[in-house]
């Protein structure tokens, strides 16, 4: 199951700099997660200061 980003998300950017695989990129008012491309690693929930990314 991908992750995917909550309302909470303050725009960092933080997560996309560390996602392997490019999958996350700026949406309209938060940061979003391509579910086709994420690879499941955690890399984003863990760098988060604010624990956005979670696994559904
Ligand atoms: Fe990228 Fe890993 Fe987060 Fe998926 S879980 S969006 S692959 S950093
Ligand atoms: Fe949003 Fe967290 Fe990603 Fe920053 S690290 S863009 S707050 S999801």
Redesign the pocket.
């Known amino acids: 199951m991908a992750y995917k980003?909550s309302d909470?998300?303050?725009?960092?950017?933080?997560?996309?700099s560390n996602c392997p695989v490019s999958a996350?990129t700026e949406g309209d008012g938060?940061?979003v997660i391509d579910a086709d491309s994420c690879i499941d690693c955690g890399a984003?929930a863990e760098?988060?200061?604010?624990s956005?990314?979670s696994q559904e």
């Open positions: 980003i909470d998300c303050i725009s960092c950017g933080v997560c996309a996350i938060k940061f984003c760098n988060c200061p604010v956005a990314p």
